[in-house]
């Protein structure tokens, strides 16, 4: 059984059915995958910072069963844990969202198991995940691919915290998570979580950027990340072009080689907001 981890509220719903479906129409593999995902209700910092619903799990647990009757999706609902842990520290007003910490729960979690796969919800598969769950981390806390811009501009190791394979075991004997958390209640960091999951590494495995390109797509390409990046045409602006954006994907990207997992995207997003009342 392959084990995700998704984090966020019911505004990344988009993001998490287009990565679900890229998972789905890449992989060969009848190996069922339980999807885990931690959400949280913040409505006293943001009147939109809901939980995912009962209902959009509902959904996505159908949507699952219809491409292998052995997947799952578990909702984990960490307000609780949150508000004990992070409220009102210096992170909580981070760049991204509080829903990014939410992550550094994983080994609070005793549903979680010892091999993990933590995606962000702004990416598609374009070939096999097997490519990457296989990977070898015995001896790491996790692997993980540079940050394009990072390794550049701060770090060649820095890496990007947007698809990272956890070994939950080595994690726990190092008090990585712990680690994180303290340093989110006590410093303010420029890339909150990431940052902080950084500072607190042992030893991590540096994968290469295939599995996580959050610029270009080549044929070899496991991941592509639409995180945000430069575009120096027609002048030197950063766009945040989320998959679920088909015509911005078209247009700015040329990208059709997604075309099936979007397409596919579109009919559930309709048959979603149609039947699941």
């Known amino acids: 059984m392959k084990s995700i981890l998704f984090c966020g509220n019911d505004k990344v719903f988009d993001g998490m059915i287009t990565t679900m479906l890229s998972i ?117 806390e996790y692997a993980a691919s540079r940050d394009h811009y990072g390794k550049f501009l701060i770090n060649p190791n820095f890496i990007n915290a947007g698809v990272l394979l956890f070994n939950m075991k080595k994690c726990r004997e190092t008090g990585l998570f712990e680690k994180s958390r303290k340093l989110i209640k006590t410093k303010k960091l420029t890339f909150a979580d990431e940052s902080a999951i950084i500072r607190s590494t042992v030893r991590k495995k540096i994968l290469p950027q295939r599995f996580n390109d959050q610029k270009f797509l080549y044929k070899n390409t496991v991941i592509r990340h639409f995180s945000r990046r430069l575009f120096w045409l027609p002048y030197p602006h950063i766009e945040n072009i989320k998959q679920w954006k088909i015509t911005k994907i078209h247009k700015k990207f040329g990208y059709e080689n997604f075309d099936d997992i979007l397409y596919e995207y579109v009919y559930q997003k309709t048959r979603f907001e149609r039947d699941f009342k």
């Open 24 to 140: 789905f129409k890449r992989s060969i593999s009848d190996e069922g995958i339980r999807f885990y995902i931690f959400t949280m209700d913040l409505t006293r910092l943001k009147a939109d910072y809901t939980a995912i619903s009962d209902r959009q799990i509902r959904f996505l647990d159908e949507l699952a069963k219809s491409y292998n009757p052995e997947h799952s999706v578990v909702k984990i609902d960490v307000t609780e844990t949150y508000e004990k842990e992070f409220a009102l520290c210096p992170n909580e007003g981070c760049y991204c969202s509080p829903y990014t910490l939410i992550r550094l729960f994983a080994d609070m979690e005793p549903q979680i198991p010892e091999k993990i796969l933590y995606l962000d919800i702004d990416l598609l598969f374009n070939r096999d995940i097997d490519l990457l769950w296989n990977t070898d981390i015995e001896g790491y």
